[in-house]
């Protein structure tokens, strides 16, 4: 039928003058043979970075977890420092030009006066107060000299004020003179481990009683399952303040920290406890998991050798979509005074100042935690969703 | 379905009951009872301190009784709408709280008409006309409003209202209706109010309920019967209305298990940033004052809400959905 060409004209019969090789549909070119001969992480390596949002997210995430660890370099002032003489001093942009002349990055100094209305400070900026960046800077200013982790003296930072009497303060002080720029970078160390470690808390949780539901089944699971029902009746938020309410006013900042990770991780296993349970009700009945039974093996070797590494990557996804919620649970409380105290600093401990309607309105720079915590999630978001996309690398 | 319904409600008593008996365990977890704090605070300012007369209250209230004594006492209490003393207020708990239930419910009822009104829009926009500029950008702020937390929106909104329009969007009703009896001028005035909570709280719930709705109907519209009708002529108003729009509208009842939780938490938080009369602080100082009472009325209450939302809709469900009424359980 199809042996004319267009103008009706008969083609020549065509015969290929190369060996017969009759194997030639299953031979493979070398970039399929390396696609087929891939490991399962692999494949879902190579499918998450086609994910072009979740790699961003991941390097933001990757971002904000190492400045959270090298916080005291990152920031230019100590957590706890008081510049006495800039109190509500507002954000400092940086600039590039001054006058239409290229400095490279600078900001202008402050002109302090008194309001004498309502007897506020007012920090306008002065045009004359030139005050480049130093970058990568040996101190020499109040407010230099960290701890590193509370083991090592240094005053290193990754930038500094130009001089002893300039200052940088990026976003603002607070209400005792504290650079908010920097209060968030330590705060974000408390803020972004909670989530980590709530979730392996919750993590360890939800695979243990999950485990349990999902492959004994029978009355075991079903008495689980009215119980995972039962709290995910509850609202949660409420319970979280009731429970954070129990911690002893006199508690250690430590021992408080960890009390708020537990409290989280208690209401936050039941999500991930049903995926597991799901997972091994399928998984359980394939053929594998049969064969290791009939060979003798314990229950608890089949669950953790043979199941969890099959879903595993499932729950690192779920697991990743369950981090901003124990980040935002955090944030949450220490903003109602039931969760993290001073002197632990993160973004929620930051936040309860606003809770002042009128202290926002005339220096709305203390609100500034917000972007962070919003980023934080939104980043997580969107690296569990490619997650979960790369999850099942075979589809 | 007259099974399906008494099924349902048989099984709700043992959730009740074991929300209560956690209720219970909750607020007994603070070391100590309202009184010694209160023995503490009037030492520390150096007041003198009748012992006697706080002996004589905890006798009253059965502080003196085991524990289980208590949670029965309280449980029996409770059935017959006696929700205790709040001692912090000297007061009924029921008078307490009973405007503040209801305005609750009023805040989550509407929160909930919201996120459907909205995601029914907006959702079936977005999965008719997808990839076009609205669909992204739809879906842009979906994502942005599934992050944002619902204080810190209400905290923003404050501002702005406050920066741009010198208004305070805080309260639930005009100052002078507080602690008055109902009239229209009143409901009226919580009407006026309601609309900025409403937005605050439901914005997360109403992003997730746009992605299910799109996702849903974007199945639904692939499958065979539409291209059949689209072929045969079907007016294509008639053919989205008919039944793909019917069929994915299934999350609007059946999701309502799991954001009405949400709601019912954000509204608590939410109430704290936006001076609502409702029951975020009375709840947060009760739980301060180990006012135990007054706080555990509070979760019972809200998690009451909850359980008695999720079973409506489950009933509502088993109306719609044949599948459900006739095999005695929900299939997910």
């Given at each position: 039928?199809?042996?004319?060409?267009?103008?009706?004209e008969?083609?020549?019969?065509?015969?290929s003058?190369?060996?017969?090789?009759?194997?030639?549909?299953?031979?493979l070119?070398?970039?399929?043979?390396?696609?087929?001969?891939?490991s399962?992480w692999?494949?879902?390596?190579?499918k998450?970075?086609r994910?072009k949002?979740?790699?961003?997210?991941?390097?933001?995430?990757?971002?904000?977890?190492l400045?959270?660890l090298?916080a005291e370099v990152?920031?230019?002032?100590?957590l706890?420092?008081?510049?006495?003489?800039?109190?509500?001093?507002?954000p400092?942009?940086?600039?590039?030009?001054?006058k239409?002349?290229?400095v490279?990055?600078?900001?202008y100094?402050?002109?302090?006066?008194?309001?004498?209305?309502?007897?506020?400070?007012v920090y306008?900026?002065n045009?004359?107060k030139?005050?480049p960046?130093?970058?990568?800077?040996?101190?020499g200013?109040?407010?230099?000299?960290?701890?590193?982790?509370g083991?090592?003296?240094?005053?290193?930072?990754?930038f500094?004020?130009?001089e002893?009497?300039?200052?940088?303060?990026?976003?603002?002080?607070?209400?005792?003179?504290?650079?908010?720029f920097?209060?968030?970078?330590?705060g974000?160390r408390?803020s972004?481990?909670?989530?980590?470690?709530?979730?392996?808390?919750?993590?360890?949780?939800?695979?243990?009683?999950?485990?349990?539901?999902?492959?004994y089944?029978?009355?075991?699971d079903n008495?689980?399952?009215?119980?995972?029902?039962?709290?995910?009746?509850?609202?949660r938020?409420?319970?979280?303040?009731?429970?954070?309410?129990?911690?002893?006013?006199?508690?250690?900042?430590v021992?408080v920290?960890f009390?708020?990770?537990l409290?989280?991780?208690?209401?936050d296993?039941?999500?991930?406890a049903?995926?597991v349970?799901s997972?091994?009700l399928a998984?359980?009945e394939?053929?594998?998991a049969t064969?290791?039974?009939l060979?003798?093996?314990?229950?608890r070797?089949?669950?953790?050798r043979?199941?969890?590494?099959?879903?595993?990557?499932h729950?690192?996804?779920?697991?990743?979509?369950?981090i901003p919620?124990?980040?935002?649970?955090e944030t949450?409380?220490?903003?109602l005074?039931?969760g993290?105290?001073?002197?632990?600093?993160?973004?929620?401990?930051?936040?309860?100042?606003?809770?002042n309607?009128?202290?926002?309105?005339?220096?709305?720079?203390?609100m500034?935690p917000v972007?962070p915590v919003i980023?934080t999630?939104?980043?997580?978001n969107f690296?569990g969703?490619?997650?979960?996309?790369a999850?099942?690398?075979?589809k | 379905m007259?099974?399906?319904?008494v099924?349902r409600?048989?099984?709700?008593?043992?959730?009740?009951?074991?929300?209560s008996?956690?209720?219970?365990?909750?607020?007994q977890?603070?070391p100590?009872?309202f009184?010694?704090?209160?023995?503490a605070?009037m030492?520390?300012r150096?007041?003198?301190v009748?012992?006697?007369q706080i002996e004589?209250?905890?006798?009253?209230?059965?502080?003196?009784?085991?524990?289980?004594?208590?949670?029965?006492g309280?449980?029996?209490g409770?059935v017959?709408?006696?929700?205790?003393?709040?001692?912090a207020?000297n007061?009924p708990?029921?008078?307490?709280?009973?405007e503040?239930?209801?305005?609750?419910?009023?805040?989550?009822f509407?929160?909930i008409?919201?996120?459907?009104v909205?995601?029914?829009?907006i959702?079936?926009y977005?999965?008719?006309r997808?990839?076009?500029?609205?669909?992204?950008?739809?879906t842009?702020?979906?994502?942005?409003?599934?992050?944002?937390?619902n204080?810190l929106?209400?905290?923003?909104?404050?501002?702005l209202?406050?920066?741009?329009f010198?208004?305070?969007i805080?309260?639930?009703m005009?100052?002078?209706f507080?602690n008055q009896?109902?009239?229209w001028a009143?409901?009226?005035?919580?009407?006026?109010h309601l609309?900025?909570?409403?937005?605050?709280i439901g914005?997360?719930?109403?992003?997730?309920?746009?992605?299910?709705l799109?996702a849903n109907l974007?199945?639904?519209?692939?499958k065979q019967?539409?291209?059949t009708?689209?072929?045969?002529?079907?007016?294509?108003?008639?053919?989205?209305?008919?039944?793909?729009?019917?069929?994915?509208?299934?999350?609007?009842?059946?999701d309502?298990?799991s954001?009405l939780p949400?709601?019912v938490?954000?509204s608590?938080?939410v109430?704290?940033v936006?001076?609502?009369?409702i029951?975020?602080?009375?709840?947060?100082?009760?739980?301060a004052?180990?006012d135990?009472?007054?706080?555990?009325?509070?979760?019972?209450?809200l998690?009451?809400?909850v359980?008695?939302g999720?079973?409506l809709?489950?009933?509502?469900l088993?109306?719609?959905?044949?599948?459900?009424r006739?095999?005695?359980?929900p299939?997910?």
């Amino acid at each position: 039928m199809n042996d004319h060409g267009a103008g009706g004209e008969r083609l020549t019969h065509f015969v290929s003058q190369e060996p017969f090789n009759p194997v030639i549909d299953a031979e493979l070119t070398p970039e399929q043979e390396r696609f087929y001969m891939a490991s399962q992480w692999r494949l879902m390596w190579w499918k998450l970075r086609r994910h072009k949002l979740a790699v961003i997210a991941g390097g933001i995430l990757l971002l904000l977890y190492l400045s959270a660890l090298f916080a005291e370099v990152v920031s230019p002032y100590e957590l706890s420092h008081r510049n006495r003489t800039h109190i509500f001093a507002p954000p400092q942009p940086i600039h590039l030009f001054d006058k239409g002349r290229f400095v490279g990055p600078f900001v202008y100094g402050f002109d302090r006066s008194v309001d004498p209305n309502d007897l506020r400070r007012v920090y306008t900026p002065n045009p004359e107060k030139v005050q480049p960046l130093r970058f990568f800077c040996s101190g020499g200013y109040r407010g230099a000299d960290y701890e590193f982790w509370g083991l090592f003296d240094g005053d290193f930072h990754l930038f500094c004020p130009a001089e002893k009497s300039a200052t940088v303060f990026l976003l603002g002080t607070d209400r005792l003179g504290r650079d908010m720029f920097s209060r968030i970078i330590y705060g974000a160390r408390i803020s972004l481990s909670v989530g980590l470690a709530g979730i392996t808390l919750s993590f360890l949780l939800g695979i243990v009683i999950g485990g349990i539901a999902g492959y004994y089944g029978g009355w075991i699971d079903n008495v689980i399952q009215r119980f995972i029902e039962v709290l995910r009746s509850f609202p949660r938020l409420p319970l979280w303040m009731a429970l954070s309410a129990a911690i002893p006013a006199k508690a250690s900042p430590v021992a408080v920290y960890f009390a708020i990770t537990l409290i989280i991780a208690l209401l936050d296993w039941p999500g991930l406890a049903r995926a597991v349970r799901s997972k091994l009700l399928a998984l359980r009945e394939e053929d594998f998991a049969t064969a290791a039974e009939l060979l003798g093996a314990s229950p608890r070797r089949i669950i953790g050798r043979h199941l969890v590494p099959s879903f595993a990557s499932h729950l690192i996804a779920s697991a990743t979509l369950a981090i901003p919620e124990m980040i935002l649970a955090e944030t949450a409380l220490s903003f109602l005074g039931l969760g993290l105290r001073p002197p632990i600093t993160s973004w929620g401990v930051l936040l309860q100042e606003t809770l002042n309607i009128q202290a926002i309105t005339i220096t709305p720079w203390i609100m500034t935690p917000v972007i962070p915590v919003i980023l934080t999630v939104l980043a997580f978001n969107f690296l569990g969703d490619g997650l979960r996309d790369a999850a099942d690398p075979y589809k | 379905m007259i099974g399906y319904i008494v099924h349902r409600l048989m099984v709700m008593i043992p959730t009740l009951l074991i929300v209560s008996a956690l209720v219970f365990i909750i607020i007994q977890l603070p070391p100590g009872d309202f009184f010694e704090t209160q023995i503490a605070e009037m030492k520390a300012r150096g007041e003198g301190v009748d012992l006697n007369q706080i002996e004589l209250l905890r006798r009253t209230y059965g502080f003196d009784k085991p524990l289980y004594a208590q949670y029965f006492g309280w449980l029996f209490g409770m059935v017959q709408g006696d929700f205790g003393h709040s001692f912090a207020h000297n007061r009924p708990v029921t008078e307490l709280i009973g405007e503040r239930m209801l305005l609750t419910f009023i805040v989550s009822f509407a929160t909930i008409v919201f996120i459907w009104v909205v995601s029914f829009a907006i959702g079936t926009y977005t999965a008719t006309r997808q990839y076009s500029l609205g669909d992204h950008f739809a879906t842009f702020m979906g994502y942005l409003g599934l992050a944002t937390p619902n204080f810190l929106l209400a905290l923003v909104l404050m501002y702005l209202a406050n920066a741009w329009f010198d208004t305070s969007i805080g309260g639930i009703m005009d100052d002078q209706f507080r602690n008055q009896p109902w009239t229209w001028a009143k409901a009226w005035s919580v009407l006026e109010h309601l609309w900025i909570p409403v937005i605050v709280i439901g914005t997360s719930g109403t992003a997730g309920m746009i992605r299910r709705l799109r996702a849903n109907l974007l199945d639904e519209l692939q499958k065979q019967y539409v291209v059949t009708g689209r072929a045969k002529g079907l007016p294509p108003r008639r053919l989205l209305w008919k039944y793909p729009l019917r069929v994915s509208l299934n999350p609007f009842i059946a999701d309502i298990g799991s954001i009405l939780p949400d709601v019912v938490s954000g509204s608590a938080i939410v109430a704290v940033v936006l001076n609502l009369d409702i029951t975020g602080r009375m709840l947060l100082e009760a739980l301060a004052a180990q006012d135990m009472f007054l706080a555990g009325s509070f979760l019972m209450f809200l998690s009451v809400l909850v359980v008695i939302g999720t079973l409506l809709s489950d009933l509502a469900l088993a109306v719609l959905d044949p599948r459900i009424r006739l095999t005695g359980g929900p299939a997910k």
